[in-house]
Nanobody, 115 residues
Framework: QVQLVESGGGLVQAGGSLRLSCAAS????????MGWYRQAPGKQRELVAVIFSGGTTNVADSVKGRFTISRDSAKNTVYLQMNSLKPEDTAVYYC?????????WGQGTQVTVSS
């Protein structure tokens, strides 16, 4: 079993920054993909950024240049540094870990960007 605990969401003005953290615990394998997805009201959940255990990243075009994903594999923790936030970044952000053909989700953390 795997548990994911997210932190760092909140309310910020446009142009501001937030840093999300997600700590994974339980049966974590050394080879996995950790990442962040988001879901705005009335919209489907979408990929924001993922990072493979080897360090390769995949970042959505909508946040490229503003968001940076990183991980501390020793702590099984993934981070999302969000800069130059825009109102359209407002959403619930979910942490995800994918390993051995199974995916696990965190409970989500709200990010609200005011204009």
């Amino acid at each position: 079993q795997v548990q994911l605990v997210e932190s760092g969401g909140g309310l910020v003005q446009a142009g501001g920054s937030l840093r999300l953290s997600c700590a994974a615990s339980g049966s974590i394998f050394s080879i996995n993909v950790m990442g962040w997805y988001r879901q705005a009201p009335g919209k489907q959940r979408e990929l924001v950024a993922v990072i493979f255990s080897g360090g390769t990243t995949n970042v959505a075009d909508s946040v490229k240049g503003r968001f940076t994903i990183s991980r501390d594999s020793a702590k099984n923790t993934v981070y999302l540094q969000m800069n130059s936030l825009k109102p359209e970044d407002t959403a619930v952000y979910y942490c995800n870990i994918f390993q051995h053909s199974r995916g696990y989700w965190g409970q989500g953390t709200q990010v609200t960007v005011s204009s």
